[in-house]
């Protein structure tokens, strides 16, 4: 299936040796990591080397040598066969081996002309109890999400679906009346992305069988590979908590965190602590709030005031005991939860919007004055402007907190998601969900 990302790889692959570090892939569990870096080989015609160092953790010795000779006569006699110009290392799992990390520069200072790929989940825990020196400045990383949307559409074969969504622009009658006869049928496909979601098994059965009760089987062994996870956190967190708190993140989409609905009794420090652990493992994703003023929206976030976003939709709902059988339509799904589905929905891809070199983040807006409290679903920072989105699930709903974030901040443009056909009405351009990906095209020629 083809990713995104791939254009990420490709850029990285045409570089000077001189300039193309060794790349580090992160990303949560079961986001296609590995199977991104296969594909990358194969449609480039490179050799593939590949160390997982989860599996076999003894194999990290063959990176030791101190002298770069000795070094590659090592790898070659294991790989039984010469490292050439067309030869990629890929060093999968390396979380499992974090001195690998430091040994990382090496490769790039001593074999600038062998290309080096790693990949890795919980990298963050890996890295904080390091004892070897990280590389600062001697990697890169590229941070991998699930599927998206576009992705979901060319792995059924609707590509041209999304070569049309990519010509829409405002007040552009033919690309209007092109788009007006497959409104049904796209939101028929946004229905099934947010039940079936982006991990890119679900998204393969739902592409080659739509076997729904596969899908099914596929949610829940996800989520049973997650919490099997849990014994490696268990020197910071509690097991039982973090258990809780896996639980408890669907259900609190789209609303303000409340520890307290965590543990009952428990100390904030100690849940908010459990939180950031699988922040860390990016299976969830805190959505702080920002004052919104300008950017960088991090210069003006409150760390004790946030949301929080799980990995995927499909894996939200499924938690949440969600059925294929339940939905009739796009607006039944995200009338799940009273639409925290469809925040769920637009918020992670509004988190993959941003650079695939930059760690993904997303923050909101509220204003808590007695007698005027006003809330905006996200703040989305592109370029130089802070753009109000506000996302409603079904075809009504008023803009009043769009409307004073605007006001006060003197924004020229904001954004509304819904079902409705797309348009621009004034300086508030409202899109179907399916067009979130063509946000920021959209947005360099508005406000």
Known sequence: MWRKALQSLEEWHGRPASRRKPLVIRGARQVGKSYLVRDFARRNG???LELNLEKEP???????????????????????QPLGEKTLLFLDEIQAAPEVFSRLRYLHEDMPDLRVLAAGSLLEFALAEIEHSVPVGRVEYLHLGPMDFEELLFARGDGAWV???????????????????????????????GW???????VSCYAQERDFLAIERVHRSTLDSFREDFAKYRRRVPLERLQRLFVEIPAQLGRKWVHARVEPGARAEAVNSALGAL????????VCHSSGNGI?????????????LFLDVGLAGAQLGLRITDLAGAEALFRVNEGALAEQWIGQHLLDLRPAY????????????????????????????VVPVEVKAGKRGK???LRVFMDEKRSKLGVRFSTLLPSLEGNVLHLPFYLVEELPRLAEGLG
Do not use: I, N
């Open 296 to 308: 960088p929206l991090a210069a003006e976030r409150k760390e004790r005031s946030f949301k929080v």
């Open 46 to 48: 490179l050799t593939l």
């Open 399 to 401: 803009l009043k907190s």
């Open 279 to 286: 922040c860390a493992a990016r299976v969830a994703h805190r």
């Open 163 to 193: 070569e049309l969504l990519r010509a829409w622009k405002p007040g552009d009658a033919g690309v209007q009346a092109a788009v007006e006869p497959f409104h049904g049928r796209l939101l028929e496909a946004v229905r099934d992305y």
């Open 358 to 385: 930059a760690a993904p983040e997303l923050y909101h807006w509220a204003r808590e004055k007695r007698g005027s409290e006003a809330e905006v679903d996200f703040l989305w920072a592109h370029g130089a402007r």
């Open 196 to 202: 079936v979601g982006g991990m890119p098994e679900a």
């Open 58 to 80: 003894d194999l990290a010795r063959l990176l030791r040598p101190p002298d770069a000779k000795t070094r590659q006569r090592v790898l070659e006699a294991h790989f039984r």
